[in-house]
């Protein structure tokens, strides 16, 4: 009897050799709940410390560092039992009192938030005795985008700019055929887009016009004057007062509460939020360099978007494609929780103003402040019934696996499968090598379904990141490009096509002229781009000769 190899090492008989070892996959899953864990939790107390009461005079309420403690059941006891596997979570907190005998009292306690589901080592999460998945959600990035349409009158290209935010007021500009710029704000209705460089501090129209006049340069197609043409503002608090009578058109209009709309739609952290990556993308497509702590919009983020869109119209740039995988990025598990856990938060924070309000200062404590209600039931609510939260396919191994690894565009925050286009639904040259071309279900979710290529893996700010090679055949034919090769060592093995049967050279070679030459008319494919299931099925047909692979 054959005994099995006791050192339980895989060995590969295989003609072509693996380039790039298979990585863990379900690292997605389970790295994106770790930051939750670690970072995310402390990124939501940040934005809710510290909490006042409703004078800002009497209480303040800090939320320090916390911790989950041990599961009480263990995971096979929490299937048996119809039981969720969760962990306690505690968080410190500080209560300062200003306010009757005890003012200048500071009260450090530790609190008890709940249990919180905690992920398995498989990336899944058991929920009143049954495994979930949380399918990760493609959705468009924050950023800025310009996007082009044609004029019909004209037949020349106008150009439309539009900054999408994590959270908060979209800003859309337009471009019209009488070569106006016109803003909307959150959807409301059109202003000048001059109304709100002049709103942001920029009074007269001299002032605005020196903004741009490098990129304004079209003796054609004056944009910024055609706009100041159409502006019927003609100071700062002209251009305030004009701004909020179009977007909340039944209040009183005054300066201070124009001032007060402006800075909380934009300046405001807790109204406003580009993210990380949404920062991220507006320093690369505009060129600046703002420190990407900095989520809100600033006055220079204004401007540069309108000189961009200047010279879009003006023939500078290309526009974005917004079916580009650059554009689009991965919201996993830890973010999707986060959202979720923001929504409980905010809802806890009402209840703790409400109490500091009538609460006794001689016998308040954090615990009697706090009602963690709001915050489970938020959490129990996405795990329960989100259309991301989805029953494990528990069909094989392999459907396991995929289900961990599926990418869906559909959810809160997505798409709808009735609004969602051709276009967003078919495949995008940039899917190569990170979302497989084949595996997407029939039916109305085509498209909009997916799952992750076999190497492909999600950077820090949720984009799809593939392996490359170095395409040697690029490279330019003249001798003196080929004579800078001769003599280097060479990195790799490399062959001469994809089915990998002549080696031009191996690992160390010190390159000749005839390698080179040989190079520089090579083919090379080596990283596979399907999903990490859809070539491992193979089915055979009625009279067994073909096979074929799905």
């Not at 071309?437 to 984009?463: K, Q």
Request: charged letters at 30%; a neutral charge; one cysteine or more.
């Amino acid at each position: 009897m054959i005994q099995p190899s006791s050192n339980g090492s895989r060995v590969s008989y295989g003609r072509i050799p693996e380039m790039l070892p298979v990585a863990d996959l379900i690292e997605t899953q389970i790295r994106s709940f770790n930051w939750f864990k670690r970072e995310g939790l402390r990124e939501l107390f940040e934005e809710i410390n510290p909490i006042t009461d409703y004078t800002g005079k009497n209480y303040e309420l800090k939320f320090l560092d916390y911790e989950f403690g041990q599961p009480k059941f263990d995971k096979e006891e929490c299937r048996n039992r119809d039981m969720t596997f969760a962990a306690p979570l505690r968080i410190n907190t500080r209560l300062t009192i200003r306010t009757g005998e005890n003012a200048g009292e500071i009260k450090e306690s530790e609190v008890f938030m709940g249990d919180f589901p905690i992920m398995t080592e498989e990336g899944t999460f058991i929920v009143n005795g049954t495994e979930r998945v949380v399918v990760s959600q493609l959705v468009r990035s924050p950023g800025i985008y310009f996007t082009s349409s044609e004029d019909r009158a004209s037949g020349r290209m106008l150009y439309a700019a539009k900054l999408i935010p994590n959270r908060g007021a979209w800003l859309e500009i337009e471009t019209s055929g009488k070569d106006v710029l016109t803003v909307k704000i959150d959807r409301k209705r059109k202003i000048p887009v001059t109304t709100l460089v002049r709103a942001l501090g920029y009074g007269s129209n001299n002032e605005i016009k020196a903004l741009f006049a490098d990129v304004d340069n079209n003796a054609e197609h004056k944009f910024i004057q055609s706009t100041l043409d159409k502006d019927s503002s003609t100071d700062v608090n002209d251009a305030l007062v004009e701004m909020y009578k179009k977007i909340r058109p039944g209040d009183p209009p005054t300066v201070d509460n124009a001032r007060a709309l402006m800075t909380s739609l934009f300046f405001n952290p807790r109204r406003f939020d580009l993210s990380k990556v949404g920062r991220f993308k507006l320093n690369r497509r505009l060129g600046l360099g703002t420190d990407m702590n900095i989520r809100t919009l600033s006055n220079d983020d204004f401007i540069a978007i309108i000189r961009k869109l200047v010279e879009l119209n003006n023939g500078t740039g290309e526009p974005d494609d917004i079916d580009h995988l650059g554009n689009r990025r991965v919201r996993a598990v830890g973010e999707l929780l986060q959202n979720q856990f923001r929504m409980g938060l905010i809802r806890m924070e009402r209840i703790i103003k409400e109490r500091m309000t009538i609460c006794d200062a001689a016998t308040v404590t954090a615990a009697s402040l706090i009602n963690a209600r709001p915050v489970v039931a938020a959490i129990k609510e996405f795990f329960g019934s989100s259309q991301l939260s989805q029953f494990m396919d528990q069909t094989n191994p392999l459907a396991e696996l995929t289900h961990k690894r599926r990418l869906s565009a559909l959810g809160p925050g997505g798409l709808s499968r009735e609004r969602a286009g051709f276009d967003v639904r078919d495949v995008h040259h940039s899917h190569y090598g990170r979302i497989c071309p084949i595996e997407t279900p029939e039916g109305p979710n085509i498209g909009l379904i997916g799952s992750l290529a076999t190497f492909a893996r999600v950077n820090e700010y949720g984009f799809i990141e593939t392996p490359f090679r170095r395409v040697f055949s690029e490279m330019p034919a003249d001798k003196a490009h080929r004579d800078k090769l001769v003599g280097r060592t060479l990195r790799d093995d490399v062959f001469e096509s994809v089915n990998r049967r002549t080696k031009l050279g191996k690992k160390g070679d010190v390159l000749d002229r005839e390698t080179v030459d040989a190079l520089v008319k090579a083919k090379a494919g080596d990283v596979p781009i399907k999903a990490w299931v859809s070539d491992e099925v193979q089915f055979l047909s009625a009279d067994e000769e073909d096979r074929y692979i799905v």
